[in-house]
């Protein structure tokens, strides 16, 4: 399965270094940080770039050994990151506390007065680092973190939409952002009337539209309806997938559903019984959703390779899903394994 050579996903949004508490202690207990990189945009660029599609990472760094470590950790995954400008003070961070099947994951950001977060308008030239791309993808935690940073997100949309690229955006709603002022609802519409692709969450959808399905429909009812009052809202959008994540006792089930060129695909639900890591889950999903389309798979192969990505990250410590086209296939054919591969 190749992809075609022409293809070329460029992505927007802040490079992070992400600080684990180790040995599954909390905050108060911590002596011992554990560091990844990660970062929404990133992590789904690291991915693809394994699945074989050629990835632009941008976004705005300082220049210190931090923010190398960082690219260095991006350029060991092919991804690119020669069209990154420079300039600001430091690197975003936040803090992870991992939970267990009693108490939640906790994060604490510190991503004030960023490089990323100090963005100004017309600090990237996006005619120019979107001339040889096929595709633009974005999420919404970019607006989330600085009104400056939403509005270099708006120069990129703009000029990709000029350029009549598909965009796809990823909501991404994170609480604990939104800091300076503005109610999501007054920033994410106007930014994502211009998607073409788009992965949500029915919460998401709530608090920047004020989308309401009953609670008691199914999902599959509840998510057909969301995308005809979405496309209301979106006029240029084509492609809705949403992962649905439910408990049961101590396992975790977990399903994708997808809605492409008219017509509605779901997977099998997942039973997962242990999970090593759910942050990137999410932008896992997202970049197989984005593999499948730019291999042009059917409906139903894009949702199973979206959530086979998204379950797969679960296994994996860190941001990134490091994984591969042969481990990803094999999981679709064949599900969960405890075997040894050897």
């Known amino acids: 399965m190749n992809t075609t050579p022409q293809t ?12 684990n508490v180790a040995d599954g202690n909390r905050f ?36 210190n050994d931090l923010a190398q470590l960082a690219l260095n950790e991006l350029q060991k995954y092919n991804v690119t990151t020669s069209k990154c400008v420079y300039g600001g003070e430091r690197l975003g961070l936040y ?5 267990n099947q009693i108490r939640q994951s906790q994060v604490i950001y510190d991503r004030s007065n960023s490089s990323f977060s100090t963005i100004q ?31 270099a997100c708006k120069e990129a949309i703009l000029a990709a939409h000029k350029k009549g690229l ?4 990823d909501f991404n709603y994170r609480s604990k952002l939104w800091q300076y002022g503005k109610h999501p609802s007054e920033i994410m519409p106007d930014l994502l009337q211009y998607s073409t692709i788009t992965v949500a969450d029915l919460d998401a959808i709530e608090i920047y539209f004020g989308i309401k399905t009953d609670i008691n429909e199914s999902d599959e009812n509840r998510f057909q309806k969301t995308f005809e009052l979405l496309k209301e809202k979106m006029p240029y959008l084509k492609t809705l997938a949403m992962s649905f994540r439910k408990s049961e006792g101590q396992s975790h089930l977990y399903k994708g559903l997808l809605i492409h060129e008219g017509n509605f695909f779901q997977t099998q639900e997942h039973k997962i019984h242990v999970v090593t890591d759910q942050i990137g889950s999410g932008d896992a999903f997202n970049a197989g959703l984005l593999y499948g389309l730019s291999n042009k798979l059917s409906g139903q192969e894009c949702i199973e390779w979206a959530t086979a990505c998204g379950v797969i990250k679960q296994s994996i ?26």
């Open 317 to 342: 410590h860190g941001d990134f899903a490091i994984s591969s086209n042969a481990e990803i296939s094999h999981f679709i054919k064949n599900g969960s394994s405890n075997r040894i591969n050897r």
């Open 28 to 63: 108060t207990q911590a002596n011992e940080i554990k560091i990844h990189v990660g970062g929404a945009e990133a992590n789904v660029c690291v991915l693809l770039s394994q699945l074989g599609i050629q990835t632009d990472y941008i976004t705005r760094l300082p220049q």
């Open 121 to 151: 308008k017309d600090q990237i030239d996006w005619n120019k680092v979107l001339e040889d791309v096929t595709h633009f993808h974005w999420s919404g935690i970019s607006p989330g973190v600085s009104n400056e940073a939403g509005l």
């Open 8 to 19: 070329r996903i460029a992505t927007f949004g802040e490079l992070l270094l992400r600080m």
């Open 95 to 99: 803090f992870v506390e991992s939970g």
């Open 166 to 169: 598909p965009i796809s955006s």
